[in-house]
C-alpha cells in the first residue's frame, strides 16, 4: 500500500498534477511521462514538438494559478488493469503511461487521480483541493531522458517549487539566488580552478588548474595528517584491473552499468583475450593487499588508506560541473577488525567526520543510515538475512550510543551491507552529500580474507568502507560553494598579494614576496602598471584573503599594511610579524568566514 506523503509533499505533488493539468490546456499534443514531489520541489516530465521557452513558463505558470483558482477535487479512483489501459487510451496519453502502467506488480491496487478535466495515473497522495496549493513558482527547464535511459528519448523537464506558505516560498527563492551566485561552475571559472573540455578530453574529465589543483593538494594533506594520526597506513593501487577481480568482488553483476566499458587485451602467452575494466572503486584492490600477507588477531585494526583515482561513466544527462563527474579522487579506506572492535572503529569514524564539520564550519549535518530490503535480498543486496541484521544493528547501536543526528532509510544500503550517507547543509542552507560509510560483511569472504584468532584458527574480518571528504571534486564543489569562493587563508589558492603603491617601491614588494614564498606562503606580488585602487579591486574580485599595501613609510620601516577579506584593515605591522602570524593561522587551519 501507498505510504502517505507529508503535507509538504502532498502540495508538491498535487503541484506537479496542476502543471500537467496547465500544459495539456496550452499544449493537448503534450504526451506526459511521471511528475513525482522531490526534496525542494516537484516536475514534471513532457514529451512535445515544440520546445518550452521562458516564456510558456510564465503562461503555463497564469494557467496554473486558474486551475489552483477553480479549486478542483483530487479524486482517487482504484480499477482493474484492463479497466486502466482504457482509461489511459481514452485521455490520449498511452505513449508513457501504458509502460508506467507495467511497472504496477499484479496484484498491486492499480490508481488514478482525477482533477477538473485532468486525469492521471498515480498512487498518491493528494491535497483535497487545488486551492490548498498557496504559494509555488516554476523555475527551470531541462532536458531528461525516459527512465533516465540515454538510449531513451529525450524529454522536456519543467522544474518548479512549492511551499504551505508565500513567505516560506520568498525565502526559498533567495536562497536559489544566492545558491546562483555561489554556483561553483562559475565561481571555478571566475578564480580558475578547474575547466572542462568535452570534445578532445572527455565530458565529466575535470582537468585541475594551477589553482585549483592548490585546493586538492591542501585537503589531501589535510587527509594525511588526519590519517596518520588515526593510525593509516597509505598504499597505492593501479587505475585499472582484470574482469575477475569484479566479478570476485561481486561489482560486475551489481554495478557494471555504472562502469566504463571493458579494454579487451590479447595475453602474451596462449592467444588468450582478457578483458580490463578502469576501476570504479578501490575496495578490490586493498583486498588483495591485506591478502598479500598472512594475518594474525594481533596486526587488527588494520586501515588502509589511498588517494585513489576512480572512472564511472554517469550518464551524460547527470554530470554536472564537480558534482557529478566520471574521473574522481577518492579519500578512501578500508578498516579490517573484528567484530569485537567494529564499535571502536565505526565510532572513530564518526568523530574524524565531525572534526571534518568543526573545521569548515559545517553548522548542520546529519547521517542516513541506509539499510536493505529483504525482499530484495539477492538481486539488490547479498543474500545473506543473518549478517544483515547483525550488521544493521551494530551500526544503528553506534549512531544511537554516539548521539549522532541520524535517520534511517531502508532499501539503500550497498550491496554489500549498511551505509552512512553524510548530509551536509553549506553556509545558505543546501544540502549536499558529501561523504559515505559503509559496513562490508559480505566481500571479504569472496577474497579468502582471513585472520589468525587467539585460539589458532582462522576468521574473516569485517571491512568498513569509509571516505569522509567524499570525492575531491564533489568535496571542493561543495566548499567552493560553502565558503562562495572565500576560502580561509590555509585553503586558499593565493594566501597573500603584495601591492606596491609605485614602481620605486618594486624592490621591496618582491623581497616581502620572496621572504613569504621562503616561508611556504603562497603570494604574488602585483607590479602591473596600474593605479591602487585599481589593483586592491582587482584582489577583491579574485577574492584574496590577504592583501599588503607596501609605500614608502613600509619600505623604510620593514613593514606591510595589511587588509583581510574576514577582518579587514588591520593596520600596519612588520614584515615578520605578518608572517609569523599568517603562519600560525595556516597551522592551525583557522577556520575564516566572510561575513
Known sequence: MKEQMTPLEEIRHSSAHVLATAVLRLFPDAQLDIGPPTDTGFYYDFDLEHTFTAEDLEAI?????????????FIRMEVPREEAIQMIKEFGQETYKLGRLEDIPEGEAISFYKNGEFLDLCAGTHVNYTKKIKAFKLLS??????????SNKQLQRIYGTAFPSKDELAEHLEMLEEAKKRDHRRIGKEMQLFAFDSD???????????RGTVLVEELEKLAKETEFGAGYDRVRTPH???ESLYITSGHLPYYEESM???????????GVKVRYFLKAMNCPHHHKIY???PRSYRDLPLRFAEYGTCYRYEQSGELMGLMRVRSMQMNDAHIYCTAEQFEAEFNAVNEMYLKYFELFGFKKYLMRFSTHDPDKLGKKFVDNPELWEKTENMVRDVLKSSGINFVEVPNEAAFYG???????????GREFTIATNQVDFAVPPRFNLEYTTPENTKATPLCIHRAPLGTHERFIGFLIEHFGG???????????????????IADYAKSVLADLNAAGIRATVDLQAEKLGAKIRKAEIEKVPNVLIVGTKEAEEGAVSVRSRFEGDRGTMSADAFKDDLLETIRTRKLQVKE
Open 260 to 270: 566504463f566499458p571493458a579494454m579487451e587485451f590479447e595475453e602474451e602467452t596462449g
Open 141 to 150: 527547464i531541462a532536458g531528461a531522458y525516459h527512465r533516465g535511459e540515454s
Open 200 to 210: 578532445q578530453v572527455g565530458p565529466g574529465l575535470p582537468l585541475w588548474m594551477p
Open 486 to 504: 572565500d576560502f580561509p587563508t590555509w585553503l586558499a589558492p593565493e594566501q597573500v598579494r603584495v601591492l606596491p603603491i609605485s614602481d620605486k
Open 61 to 73: 505558470e497564469a494557467e496554473m494559478k486558474k486551475v489552483i483558482k477553480e479549486n478542483q477535487k
Open 291 to 293: 591478502a598479500a600477507l
Open 240 to 242: 585499472l584491473a582484470k
Open 418 to 428: 549498511p551505509k552512512i550517507d553524510v548530509q551536509v547543509w553549506s553556509a545558505i
